[in-house]
């Protein structure tokens, strides 16, 4: 186990953004000052929604970061009040229209751990049901059902650029296949 | 092909960050503000280093962000001049020791593509051969060698969490495998 470096000192120097200075001393003595910015507080979950054990229900959703339509999975965040779980079932039916009886936390996920704080946790749904839920969306999503046997393709797709949900995916399958003794 | 929404205007709220809100108008008439956050402008290289077909060098690094160490992959930012692919050996130089022979550019990731344009370019690097650069790295790297074979391991791993560095590893098996017509 590597000792971690002690922090000296931390500053806020952009509340809005929430980016944060650390004066970092390496265990070999050198001193560096690093910068990280903190994600919104709230829990953040991205679904894996199993349709039948081979298949995932994807979505079609504008992204405005690249300002274009995407390949991703349903996602959000955890409201006050709800459990992890909870919150990922209502963002289902908000962004796909299916409720889920079995829900399980397969593992949490940074997105960029050497400057940001933010992770994602994954949910695996399976056992599903059609219940549709208002959300904020500004137009309906495209629910677009993708064959867990096929994921090598999707990674070569363009409007699939999402690199934790890949990652998502493939710990699913693994998950699944598992259970299956395969 | 959806019809993108209209872009109305942008105005930057937060220089430092890079924090932007677009007004848009979907297809459907609906109005919204969406807030996104530019990268640096700088292109982004994460490499995936094969020391030989079964085996990938990664990195165990002090990541701020999550103030703990972390498995990951090289990467960095292209310097001024440089072409992706000499970024990417630079980086590898300084991080690993190795610079590579063969490059290959796989594709490109997005990083919170709903919110964030920050984009990542993955390089493939094989036939690789010592030699060591100085970078601004505060310790040195610890190089890790990992059996691609094993990469359903690496995914349940606490200290290895980011999913764009999954991503990056299950496309560079993904782009081997596909060489050796297997």
């Known amino acids: 186990m590597k ?16 980016l944060e200075q650390l004066d970092l001393e390496f265990s ?3 001193r560096r000052t690093f910068e990280r910015i903190h994600g919104s507080g709230r829990e953040v979950v991205i ?3 199993l349709l039948d054990r081979d298949t995932v229900l994807l979505t079609r959703e504008y992204a405005a970061g690249l300002h274009r339509y995407e390949l991703g999975l349903p996602r959000g ?4 009040g709800e459990s992890l779980l909870e919150g990922a079932e209502r963002e289902m039916k ?13 593992r949490t996920l940074s997105l960029a751990p050497t400057y940001m704080t933010h992770v994602a946790h994954v949910v695996l749904a399976r056992d599903l049901y059609e219940e549709k839920l208002e959300g904020d969306e500004p137009e309906e ?3 677009v059902p993708f064959k867990l046997d ?7 797709l363009e409007e699939f650029s999402e690199g934790r949900a890949m990652a998502a995916l493939f710990l699913a399958r693994e998950w699944v296949r598992r259970e299956a003794g395969a």
Not at 94 to 106: F, P, S
Not at 150 to 156: P, R
């Open 3 to 18: 000792t971690l470096p002690l922090i000296h000192d931390t500053r806020l120097v952009e509340p809005r953004y929430k």
């Open 28 to 30: 070999n003595g050198e």
């Open 47 to 49: 679904i894996v929604p």
């Open 77 to 80: 965040r955890i409201d006050p």
């Open 94 to 106: 908000e962004e796909i229209g299916h409720g889920a009886r079995d829900l399980t936390l397969l």
């Open 141 to 143: 999503i495209e629910v």
């Open 150 to 156: 096929d994921l090598h393709e999707l990674l070569m």
